[in-house]
């Protein structure tokens, strides 16, 4: 089949969260599979500075009655995939990606828009038929209402379809109605039923009313979107979409994250010998300037610090869970009041904690490999990767049963010597307080502790799996 990823970022290429590692994952295994991939995104500033492209043509778009824009198309070539970026300086020669200082760009909206208009003008333009477009999250929502609208009558996309994957389901885009025109919408579907929302265009309900067929990115995600606690608001459109809505479960990419061969951690190890994670613990305990204690359980976080996140339970909780004989390492950025808490905390338990503000490669693969357990007790999580991780370093998860985590952690409450870790069910700080209690029972039942990281390690996501979804929707789609 011809498949156009449209897509805001790419792994390699620029990057912000999971739809990156999406993307930049599926493309090149969608190729492998025989499919024709193009990957159209925009021309940042650090896009072209991070690919080698050549200018190959031009084109213009139609915003609205009295508007067009003219933009260049230039085409390199990344990890074997043709990606083409739409060249628009205005728009995307800027410094950042979707804002700068910590504030998104005021014209977002109509900066992807018109992105969304110029990748169906460049397929045309390339000549290129795609038989799906796939488009992510709301940077893209707006591609569907142009495809099913726009160019209804247009015979060069007569058999293309849409895929809208929703990596995240909170972030929707909604701006003033008084947009409607700059942004091309007909006022005709200024309604709760297609774009509006509370008196305001929301671009990703839209997406979710006009692409041919919907998927996020777990079986468990897809089920919460259709209820009014984990919908964000969006309930009623997902629910006029619900047979045409589905869950792909994320893969990992097992190239960068494998403790047989990961470059970046002190020792090697695998299912079959552990004993290389030992000296990883060690190393961390030593980097961090905790007591290198081998009896000592490692509790290891990395994360973006945000609601989304659980911090609101989980610092609490680990008040209470410090005065155990246990280690703690967190490293994340954000919110600076969360930051704040966490400081706080590793201040107040200088021999057992340790915070560090900010990101950092290295140590991300170090805490993930020398730590016993690992901290992801999101509010939400459509997928999530870090507790992916840490089943292939057998580092077990302590998760909430929410989304992606739900689908990828057993825990050991239900499957007790089959469990692949820890998993509670409210926002409680008690009820985390005991989950944490458990698995430190567990970590001194030396034998149980161990299958249970056999378990874990025993498990493998791949995006050869998820393709593999993809490609049933894809044909489904015919």
Same mark, same amino acid.
């Given at each position: 089949?011809?498949?156009?990823?449209?897509? /805001? @970022?790419?792994?390699?290429?620029? =990057?912000?969260?999971?739809?990156?590692?999406?993307?930049?994952?599926?493309?090149?295994?969608? =190729?492998?599979?025989?499919?024709?991939?193009?990957?159209?995104?925009?021309? %940042?500033?650090?896009?072209?500075? =991070?690919?080698?492209?050549?200018?190959?043509?031009?084109?213009?778009?139609?915003?609205?009655?009295? @508007?067009?824009?003219?933009?260049?198309?230039?085409?390199? *070539?990344?990890?074997?995939?043709?990606?083409?970026?739409?060249?628009?300086?205005?728009?995307?020669?800027?410094?950042?990606?979707?804002?700068?200082?910590?504030?998104?760009?005021?014209?977002? /909206?109509?900066?992807?828009?018109?992105?969304?208009?110029?990748?169906?003008?460049?397929?045309?333009?390339?000549?290129?038929?795609?038989?799906?477009?796939?488009?992510?999250?709301?940077?893209?929502?707006?591609?569907?209402?142009?495809?099913?609208?726009?160019?209804?009558?247009?015979?060069?996309?007569?058999? +293309?379809?849409?895929?809208?994957?929703?990596?995240?389901?909170?972030?929707?885009?909604?701006?003033?109605?008084?947009?409607?025109?700059?942004?091309?919408?007909?006022?005709?579907?200024?309604?709760?039923?297609?774009?509006?929302?509370?008196?305001?265009?929301?671009?990703?309900?839209?997406?979710?009313?006009?692409?041919?067929?919907?998927? +996020?990115?777990?079986?468990?995600?897809?089920?919460?979107?259709?209820?009014?606690?984990?919908?964000?608001?969006?309930?009623?459109?997902?629910?006029?979409?619900?047979?045409?809505?589905?869950?792909?479960?994320?893969?990992?990419?097992?190239?960068?994250?494998?403790?047989?061969?990961?470059?970046?951690?002190?020792?090697?190890?695998?299912?079959?010998?552990?004993?290389?994670?030992? @000296?990883?613990?060690?190393?961390?305990?030593?980097?961090?300037? $905790?007591?290198?204690?081998?009896? =000592?359980?490692?509790?290891?976080?990395?994360?973006?610090?945000?609601?989304?996140?659980?911090?609101?339970? $989980?610092?609490?909780?680990?008040?209470?869970?410090?005065?155990?004989?246990?280690?703690?390492?967190?490293?994340?950025?954000? @919110?600076?009041?969360?930051?704040?808490?966490?400081?706080?905390?590793?201040?107040?338990?200088?021999?057992?904690?340790?915070?560090?503000?900010?990101?950092?490669?290295?140590?991300?693969?170090?805490?993930?490999?020398?730590?016993?357990?690992?901290?992801?007790?999101?509010?939400?999580?459509?997928?999530?990767?870090?507790?992916?991780?840490?089943?292939? %370093?057998?580092?077990?998860?302590?998760?909430?049963?929410?989304?992606?985590?739900?689908?990828?952690?057993?825990?050991?409450?239900?499957?007790?010597?089959?469990?692949?870790?820890?998993?509670?069910?409210?926002?409680?700080?008690?009820?985390?307080?005991?989950? $944490?209690?458990?698995?430190?029972?567990?970590? %001194? *039942?030396?034998?149980?502790?161990?299958?249970?990281?056999?378990?874990?390690?025993?498990?493998?996501?791949?995006?050869?799996?998820?393709?593999?979804?993809?490609?049933?929707?894809?044909?489904?789609?015919?």
């Amino acid at each position: 089949m011809n498949v156009v990823f449209a897509v /805001s @970022e790419f792994d390699g290429i620029v =990057k912000t969260g999971g739809l990156a590692d999406a993307a930049g994952a599926l493309a090149p295994v969608m =190729k492998a599979a025989g499919h024709q991939v193009k990957v159209i995104m925009p021309a %940042y500033r650090a896009a072209l500075a =991070k690919v080698p492209t050549d200018s190959i043509a031009g084109g213009g778009v139609r915003m609205n009655h009295n @508007e067009t824009l003219w933009f260049g198309i230039r085409h390199g *070539q990344f990890r074997g995939t043709d990606v083409y970026f739409i060249e628009y300086d205005e728009f995307f020669g800027r410094g950042g990606i979707y804002g700068e200082g910590g504030q998104g760009y005021h014209d977002n /909206s109509r900066r992807f828009a018109f992105f969304s208009k110029a990748v169906l003008e460049t397929c045309r333009i390339l000549g290129f038929k795609p038989d799906v477009v796939h488009c992510h999250d709301w940077q893209t929502a707006l591609l569907p209402y142009y495809l099913r609208i726009d160019e209804c009558g247009n015979p060069f996309f007569a058999d +293309t379809k849409s895929l809208l994957t929703i990596h995240n389901a909170a972030y929707q885009q909604k701006t003033d109605e008084s947009q409607m025109e700059s942004l091309g919408i007909g006022w005709r579907y200024y309604n709760p039923a297609c774009f509006e929302d509370f008196g305001m265009i929301n671009i990703l309900k839209g997406g979710i009313a006009f692409a041919d067929k919907i998927n +996020t990115v777990s079986p468990q995600y897809a089920r919460e979107l259709l209820t009014p606690l984990g919908s964000h608001g969006l309930m009623e459109s997902f629910k006029r979409r619900e047979t045409d809505l589905s869950g792909i479960l994320n893969g990992c990419d097992y190239t960068q994250w494998n403790p047989e061969t990961d470059a970046l951690i002190p020792a090697h190890f695998s299912r079959a010998n552990r004993s290389g994670k030992a @000296e990883c613990k060690a190393a961390l305990q030593q980097r961090i300037g $905790l007591p290198v204690d081998h009896h =000592k359980p490692v509790y290891g976080l990395v994360s973006r610090l945000a609601e989304q996140k659980g911090f609101d339970y $989980l610092i609490p909780a680990l008040w209470r869970f410090l005065h155990s004989d246990v280690q703690v390492v967190l490293l994340g950025s954000g @919110e600076p009041h969360t930051a704040a808490a966490l400081e706080e905390l590793a201040h107040a338990f200088p021999d057992k904690c340790r915070f560090y503000n900010g990101f950092e490669n290295q140590l991300a693969h170090w805490i993930e490999a020398g730590s016993d357990f690992f901290l992801m007790p999101s509010l939400f999580e459509p997928c999530g990767l870090n507790q992916i991780y840490s089943l292939k %370093y057998g580092t077990l998860p302590i998760v909430r049963r929410v989304g992606g985590l739900s689908d990828t952690v057993a825990g050991f409450g239900e499957h007790h010597e089959q469990g692949t870790g820890f998993v509670f069910n409210s926002t409680d700080p008690n009820e985390l307080f005991d989950c $944490l209690q458990t698995s430190l029972h567990v970590y %001194y *039942q030396h034998d149980l502790f161990g299958q249970m990281q056999d378990n874990a390690m025993s498990k493998s996501f791949t995006w050869e799996q998820a393709a593999d979804a993809y490609c049933s929707v894809y044909h489904s789609l015919r």
